[in-house]
């Protein structure tokens, strides 16, 4: 089963930009699909984005600000490199695959 952790997060202004890093470990196969979700305080978890071989799928909220992508084939690490943050992006911010348990997450906090 694989391992994923996400890091990079961090409190940040309105306008700015953040890069979040998913790594991965302990699978037996290769990971092909890599999904982001995030959950506000108070709110249920919801997907952010998705990269699946070289597609990518978005969230509408998200749209035209976010880019999901991979580092290097040999690398399992993901990114969610996100652009022009609004405090409605605040959340903690999950990456997940298929049949891999939720992480720790990591906190993005938008705020002036």
């Known amino acids: 089963q694989a391992q994923l952790v996400e890091s990079g997060g961090g409190l940040v202004q309105p306008g700015g930009s953040l890069r979040l890093s998913c790594a991965a470990s302990?699978?037996?196969?290769?990971?092909?699909?890599i999904y982001w979700y995030r959950q506000a305080s108070g709110k249920e978890r919801e997907w952010v984005a998705t990269?699946?071989?070289?597609?990518?799928?978005y969230a509408d909220s998200v749209k035209g600000r976010f880019t999901i992508s991979r580092d290097s084939p040999k690398k399992m690490v993901w990114y969610l490199e996100m652009n022009n943050l609004k405090p409605e992006d605040t959340a903690v911010y999950y990456c997940?695959?298929?049949?891999?348990?939720w992480g720790q997450g990591t906190q993005v906090t938008v705020s002036s």
């Open positions: 997940t695959t298929t049949g891999s348990s």
């Open positions: 302990g699978s037996a196969f290769p990971i092909n699909t």
């Open positions: 990269i699946q071989g070289g597609g990518t799928l």
